[in-house]
């Protein structure tokens, strides 16, 4: 599943590269991964410019000039691949031929032709994601954009905006909280454990045991990994390169994650690997004690 940075390291290449172009034509071959009206798409997708590409915690939204937008969700194997005729190529998503190889393939879901000749690939060989078309006013009133928390990149969100969404989950402990969705949006994994390790929190301590200056350096850390993780690329994750096959470089400079039998770059204790909220976490056993 991408986390924060892999989708929006997708949003900021396309917002580079469609906007503005035109849709010209769409086809699909699976319902589950376009489920959209053939009237709809007709009268809202094709002739329809966009005007812009947003992310909201993992999903985005492609914006087009009748007041319509495209929510896209990669989910475990989705591909978003750009393609223009002896130009500009980029796509991130499931690492395999697709990403670099002759376009449509057998994964391919959907093709939206623009009016240059130029084609945005939706591929997903497992038919998880999909991509879905709906008034942008719309949006916000979905069920998933009702439950899903801030985002905690955004200048708005502040320390005290964190401890009073964690404060909700007071009995869990705070590796679960940081994975709820509805608390943060688009913490995942990898990120909750370098954020844990660089405030030195034990991923199992309870929400409700951690003081107001933990809480505020755990903030703090969130945005730090985040925001190096965006600049980087993403993480190396199997499931996230771009379109030239280069995997985004964060895992280099990873501090805890995947690092387990490495000496801890603080302390030089040996990192660990346990589990906890159903994942696996890493973890130093001496910055982060229990």
């Known amino acids: 599943m991408p986390e924060l940075p892999e989708v929006e390291t997708v949003r900021r290449g396309l917002a580079d590269l469609i906007v503005g172009k035109k849709v010209e034509d769409v086809s699909n071959d699976n319902p589950k991964s376009f489920p959209n009206p053939d009237e709809d798409v007709k009268q809202f997708l094709v002739g329809a410019t966009i005007t812009g590409v947003r992310r909201r915690a993992k999903v985005l ?34 690492p395999n031929d697709s990403l670099v190889g002759e376009l449509p393939d057998k994964s391919t879901r959907v093709v939206i032709t623009f009016n240059d000749n130029s084609h945005l690939y939706f591929n997903d060989q497992r038919k998880f994601g999909w991509v879905r078309l709906m008034p942008t006013e719309e949006i916000k009133n979905t069920p998933f954009m009702q439950k899903v928390g801030p985002e905690p990149l955004e200048d708005s969100f502040l320390p005290g905006n964190l401890v009073e969404r964690l404060s909700r989950k007071k009995k869990s402990n705070i590796k ?83 690092r387990e039998g490495q000496s801890c770059s603080r302390c030089q204790s040996e990192i660990q690997k346990i589990r906890v909220a159903g994942r696996g976490t890493h973890v130093c056993p001496h910055c982060q004690v229990l």
């Open 176 to 258: 679960a909280a940081l994975l709820d969705q509805t608390v943060v949006a688009g913490i995942g994994n990898i990120y909750a454990d370098e954020a844990l390790w660089g405030a030195k929190i034990h991923p199992k301590r309870l929400v409700g045991s951690l003081t107001k200056q933990e809480l505020t350096n755990l903030y703090t850390e969130i945005r730090a990994v985040l925001n190096l993780s965006i600049q980087k690329g993403g993480s190396t994750n199997k499931n996230y390169v771009n379109a030239e096959g280069k995997r985004g470089s964060y895992m280099d400079f990873a501090r805890v994650f995947r």
């Open 61 to 94: 939204m492609i914006d087009l000039s009748t007041a319509y937008s495209l929510m896209a969700h990669l989910k475990m194997t989705g591909q978003l691949v750009f393609v223009a005729p002896g130009k500009d190529r980029f796509g991130a998503g499931h």
